[in-house]
């Protein structure tokens, strides 16, 4: 089994997350209480993406009026754990409503 981490396509970045996961890990993984991206990722180690810089800076520019409220959407839970993250780093008030 390769022992390098994994790294990014394009900038050969090293990864925070283990892409390499094995069958057998991922059912243990989704058997698990918590799906959380946020355990499976070094939080010491996480990087925005553009994407998330781009919406981080829209909800502060919209957070200088004190009555404008946003609401996101996505289909990825996961990313929206990762946004919970930044933005909690962020000093934003947030709230996840999910269909689970």
């Not at 997350?17 to 094995?22: G, I």
């Not at 959407?73 to 996840?96: G, P």
């Amino acid at each position: 089994d390769d022992q390098r981490p994994s790294r990014c396509p394009v900038c050969q970045a090293a990864l925070a997350l283990d892409l390499r996961v094995n069958a057998s890990g991922f059912e243990k993984r989704k058997k698990a209480k918590s799906k959380s991206i946020l355990r499976q990722i070094n939080l010491k180690q996480f990087r925005m993406s553009s994407k998330m810089k781009a919406v981080l800076e829209e909800l502060q520019e919209l957070r200088k009026d004190r009555t404008n409220k946003a609401v996101i959407f996505s289909q990825f839970t996961r990313m929206l754990d990762l946004l919970l993250h930044v933005f909690a780093s962020s000093s934003l008030k947030c709230v996840k409503l999910t269909g689970d």
